[in-house]
């Protein structure tokens, strides 16, 4: 079974610090996913990594994915309290091709 | 562009009922799943639906069933109610089903509760 390992499963910050959070594997995927899922709300897609050693920047956060691509790091500069959320990795990995999540890391920003 | 949509999104059941839960994709997507989350086991897939076809199946009993209709609108059912389906069910749909990105766009939820 192929499983996607996040760290850590909680994280609570004050605004403007910097943090990062890691999902590991000891599989290699073609392709990885990050999902921002905020209280009562699905998941929503902030990015797609392809390529090994790619990074991928969306304003403050920052995506890589490892360059054997079995492992990414979601990295976030000067956290904001609309960061509040579960940050989820995703990867096609099941036996039948779906998507597989790992549990996620549930981020909390204070004022 | 509408999101996915879920119906209903709360429902409260007693165990040994069963329960039809909706979704309807993004307008062109053929591709719907299904999943279960709880906080322990986190986010688990359910099955997927690729039209009106079911592609992939996760490991769940076979009190959990689904159907997808011309339209590409989605229902699972679950039958005999456990308490420990009481889970968020997530619905998500892609334009394709796999696909090498297999970028997914979620629904709300319907969050289940089994007394």
């Known amino acids: 079974t192929q499983l996607l390992e996040q760290s850590p499963q909680f994280l609570s910050i004050q605004e403007g610090e910097n943090l990062t959070v890691y999902c590991n594997s000891s599989?290699?995927?073609?392709?990885l996913q990050w999902y921002r899922q905020e209280p009562g709300e699905g998941p929503v897609l902030l990015v797609t990594?392809?390529?090994?050693?790619e990074v991928k920047k969306l304003k403050r956060l920052t995506f890589q994915f490892g360059d054997a691509r079995k492992d990414s790091s979601l990295h976030i500069t000067a956290a904001q309290t609309g960061d509040t959320g579960l940050y989820l990795c995703a990867a096609s990995g099941g036996s039948q091709g779906n998507l597989i999540f790992g549990k996620g890391t549930k981020l909390s920003v204070k004022p | 562009k509408a999101g996915v949509t879920q119906t209903p999104r709360y429902l409260i059941k007693t165990r040994g009922q069963q329960v039809t839960l909706s979704c309807s994709p993004i307008s062109g997507h053929r591709s719907v799943s299904w999943y279960q989350q709880t906080p322990g086991q986190g986010l688990q897939f359910l099955f997927e639906?690729?039209?009106?076809?079911?592609?992939n199946k996760g490991n769940f009993p076979g009190r959990f069933s689904g159907r997808q209709f011309s339209n590409s609108r989605s229902e699972m059912n679950v039958s005999t109610l456990e308490l420990g389906d009481s889970a968020l069910y997530l619905c998500?749909?892609?334009?394709?089903?796999?696909?090498?990105?297999?970028?997914?766009?979620f629904g709300p939820g319907t969050r289940l509760t089994v007394l």
């Open positions: 639906y690729f039209s009106e076809t079911q592609r």
């Open positions: 998500a749909s892609s334009y394709v089903a796999g696909g090498f990105y297999n970028e997914q766009f």
């Open positions: 599989s290699v995927f073609s392709s």
């Open positions: 990594v392809v390529t090994g050693g």
